[in-house]
């Protein structure tokens, strides 16, 4: 009987160090794809700015990369939820690790998504487009801090994150706004303005992805959906 005490305590403590790297196997994984996606876009908005078309190629390269550590991650969930039946705090972690990466994915998509545009834009000198790229580097601060909130599980991170949000909001309808009027006086250069302001939306949308990832953050703390 001893024993069989004795094989069982070793047996539990092997899956618990499992169960430990695996956790500790998802946070690096997601650190990394989390700094794909910040790679990505701070790539992009400089090939933009610099009108390197050239560079397209290197976005979809990155973006290859974030649907490898995206599986990579999926594959850690589910062993996690399948094998080592977590409780129920890591349990929210988990399942909302889940969650958050298709967005990551998301992001990685739109950028290159921007790529794909630059060789309609690179004729074009966007030095005055000062808010466009502002938009691209509170987009990449968000991703930044929401990823950080999940690995620090640091909900009052994860709050401003989604408080940020109204700043990339707000910067879109300038940019928007100021498009517009330009159209109107150069109607010749129409094609290049609605495709800035698609890139704009673009940026818009990877700061609601990264909106997205800070709520599923909060949820993995508190239990709670924002």
């Known amino acids: 009987e001893d024993r069989r005490l004795y094989h069982r305590k070793v047996w539990l403590m092997i899956m618990r160090n499992e169960y430990e790297k695996q956790l500790e196997n998802l946070n690096v994984e997601l650190i ?4 794909l996606c910040e790679k990505v876009i701070a790539g992009t908005t400089k090939a933009l700015f610099s009108g390197d078309a050239k560079y397209t190629s290197k976005s979809h390269a990155v973006e290859e990369e974030i649907d490898k550590s995206e599986h990579n991650i999926e594959h850690i969930c589910m ?14 972690f988990v399942s909302a690790a889940l969650k958050l990466i298709s967005d990551l994915e998301r992001i990685g998509d739109q950028c290159a998504d921007i790529a794909d545009m ?9 030095k005055d487009f000062n808010d466009l790229e ?40 300038s940019v928007k706004k100021r498009l517009i009027k330009e159209i ?3 109607a010749e250069d ?9 890139i704009a939306k673009y940026y818009e949308r990877i700061g609601d992805h990264a909106t997205n990832v800070a709520e599923w ?3 993995s703390i508190t239990g709670e959906h924002i």
């Open 184 to 186: 109107g006086k150069k």
């Open 217 to 219: 953050v909060y949820y």
């Open 79 to 92: 062993s996690l939820l399948l094998k080592q039946q977590p409780v129920a705090s890591d349990f929210r």
């Open 118 to 126: 630059i060789r309609f834009t690179a004729p074009y000198d966007l």
């Open 32 to 35: 990394r794809m989390g700094a």
């Open 134 to 173: 502002e938009m691209s580097g509170a987009a990449k601060d968000m991703l930044s801090n929401a990823v950080e909130a999940y690995v620090k599980k640091d909900k009052d991170l994860a709050i401003n994150v989604m408080q940020a949000d109204d700043k990339v909001d707000a910067l879109f309808d």
């Open 190 to 198: 129409g094609e290049f303005y609605i495709d800035i302001i698609m």
